[in-house]
């Protein structure tokens, strides 16, 4: 689905902060991308999500050539991956239900097509009596489910987490962790970027580990 | 700490485990009628709200601008108007008159001359009245020159014959010129055509003239337009990267910004054209109650009655049509530019 071929990553003219990473996403896999904090996870996710470019090296998303993507297509290709930041970026001045409703927006749903799945999802996340709050009002855990909400309501083939826990308390952590093995059952890839070892150690998964730019896999 | 089953790949049809959650939903996959009362839930929530804060796209400044933009860009079609219809009026009026000269000559009796100049005049088709002034008439147009009680035997004054034509297109002047010319003594022809080609260059002139200053006035609002959607564009950084990474194509999000400038761009259109409107309203009330002073008797004497006639009110709404589709594409182009720039 995704794969890295001796990718490297540099900002500018600054040191290279990512090298010779490869590896594959699969069809239904489950991952971790671990690492100490400033090991680069972040900016690994970034290329993952096509917000980066490569300086070097092969990335196929899709089983596309990243590097022969126009870039009109690159919108199309997003839509197929489900982003959750650890600074949640929900839109302060829509309600929790209309930042959730956002990427069918995009795509040019009507209201009246969308309204049943996103009210249904809001009340899976545990949201559903927070539909009108606005995101400042909400506390981290309740922003942290409608940030994943959003990632999840186009149901997309890849899911990629960035510190999805790292505003929650650990009965959440378990709760959110549980929510994106649900899903990873239904069908869709995930990736969860963590420095979490009480997060690792709940789940026997595959584990992607960064440290000083290198990648080292652990199925 | 108790372990949570490895996730499996293909294991999308399992059900959930004891300690796993409910299923996430599907869309499409609740039964209908669950779909309605879910939707029904929905009901009571707000209207949906734009992707782009209206409150962050530049608004009472830019509104302002483009309303005065609107009110120069109106008041200037409004004054090409009143010159274009003047003008039109002079040389309607000018084609459809043709004057005789006659200059006194020794000798020659110029009470018939005239009489033969008019009679000749007559017998050409297209020719309407055909008239000389009579002393009276010529003593009146003399008057401000060479004061009142004027003896016109005393004096070598030339005498006017007017010529009406019913049918400008039908009447062939320079054979009308050639006859006058060749068989009446100090005769000549005035067809005004100096007068009508000047008229004509000076009112193209002040339509060009019209024109620049509207070209002007629309890019000086295009610019304003463009450093406003700037500056939107940078107080709303975070909603495009939102936008971006939930799929939005570079025109969806242009459309989005697009949307709060046509508003805008309507806005100020109107307000700038209705404040013309008043203007043209007030200036037609003004010159109507200054019929016959001396200041509004010059100025009807160059303009006709000094009112903007319907083209000009059908060029107000054009140029409020103009401003809104002007400031909507602008910030649509700026947009998709800074975007573009942004990549």
């Given amino acids: 689905m995704i794969r890295f071929e001796n990718v490297g990553l540099r900002y500018g003219m600054g040191p290279e902060i990512l090298r010779d990473l490869s590896f594959e996403i699969a069809p239904q896999s489950f991952q971790f991308l671990t690492g100490p904090s400033g090991a680069g996870k972040t900016s690994l ?14 990335i196929r998303i899709f089983n596309r050539d990243l590097s022969q993507i126009d870039k009109q297509e690159i919108p199309l290709l997003r839509r197929k991956i489900g982003v959750v930041f650890q600074d949640f970026r929900l839109l302060d001045h829509l309600t929790t239900y209309e930042n959730i409703a956002l990427p069918l927006r995009v795509v040019g749903k009507e209201e009246a097509e969308y309204r049943a799945d996103v009210v249904e999802l809001l009340k899976w996340v545990g949201l559903g009596e927070r539909m009108q709050a606005m995101p400042p009002v909400l506390s981290g855990g309740e922003k942290q489910r409608a940030a994943i909400a959003r990632a999840l309501i186009t149901r997309p083939d890849v899911l990629l987490a960035d510190e999805p826990t790292g505003n929650v308390d650990p009965p959440l952590a378990r709760r959110l962790l549980r929510l994106f093995i649900e899903l990873n059952k239904l069908g869709t890839s995930v990736v969860i970027a963590t420095h979490d070892i ?8 595959r584990r992607l580990v960064l440290a000083d730019g290198r990648l080292s896999v652990f199925d | 700490m108790a372990k949570i089953s490895k996730p499996r790949a293909n294991a999308s049809r399992q059900a959930p485990g004891k300690s796993a959650p409910n299923r996430p939903p599907a869309p499409a996959r609740a039964k209908p009628a669950r779909r309605r009362r879910l939707a029904r839930e929905g009901n009571a929530l707000r209207p949906t709200a734009p992707i782009v804060p209206p409150q962050s796209v530049a608004g009472r400044a830019l509104t302002l601008v483009v309303a005065i933009m609107s009110f120069l860009a109106c008041l200037t079609v409004g004054a090409v108007s009143v010159v274009w219809d003047a003008a039109d009026a002079w040389q309607n009026d000018l084609v459809r008159e043709v004057t005789i000269q ?11 001359e005239i009489d033969r100049a008019v009679a000749l005049a007559q017998e050409f088709p297209g020719i309407g009245v055909v008239r000389a002034l009579s002393d009276a008439e010529t003593r009146q147009l003399l008057e401000p020159w060479l004061g009142g009680g004027l003896d016109l035997d005393a004096l070598p004054v030339p005498r006017l014959i007017q010529i009406t034509l019913a049918d ?52 000086s609002m295009v610019l304003s337009v463009v450093f406003a959607t700037q500056a939107a564009m940078a107080g709303n950084k975070d909603v ?47 010159s109507r109650e200054a019929e016959g002073l001396a200041s509004s008797d010059q100025l009807s004497a160059l303009f006709g009655s000094v009112s903007v006639s319907l083209p000009g009110y059908l060029g107000v709404l054009a140029v409020v049509f103009l401003v809104a589709v002007l400031t909507a594409l602008t910030s649509g182009l700026a947009v998709k530019a800074h975007l573009a720039k942004g990549d």
């Fill in chain 1, 198 to 205: 009480a997060l690792l150690e709940q789940v026997e998964a």
């Fill in chain 2, 102 to 112: 006659i200059r006194p000559v020794d000798g020659i009796d110029m009470a018939r």
């Fill in chain 1, 45 to 58: 996710i970034r290329l993952l999500f096509m917000s980066l470019k490569p300086t070097r090296g092969l």
């Fill in chain 2, 240 to 286: 495009i990267s939102v936008l971006h990474f939930v799929g939005a194509e570079d025109s969806f999000i242009a459309r989005e910004f697009q949307r709060h400038f046509l508003v805008l761009g309507l806005i100020g259109g109107i307000a700038g054209g209705a404040c013309a409107v008043v203007c043209f309203v007030v200036l037609d009330v003004f």
């Fill in chain 2, 168 to 219: 400008p297109g039908s009447v062939d002047l320079d054979q009308l010129r050639t006859a006058i010319t060749g068989s009446i003594s100090g005769a000549s022809l005035d067809d005004h055509s100096v007068w009508t080609s000047r008229l004509s260059a000076m009112a193209g002139t002040v339509v060009l003239a019209g024109f620049a200053i509207l070209a002007l006035v629309m890019a």
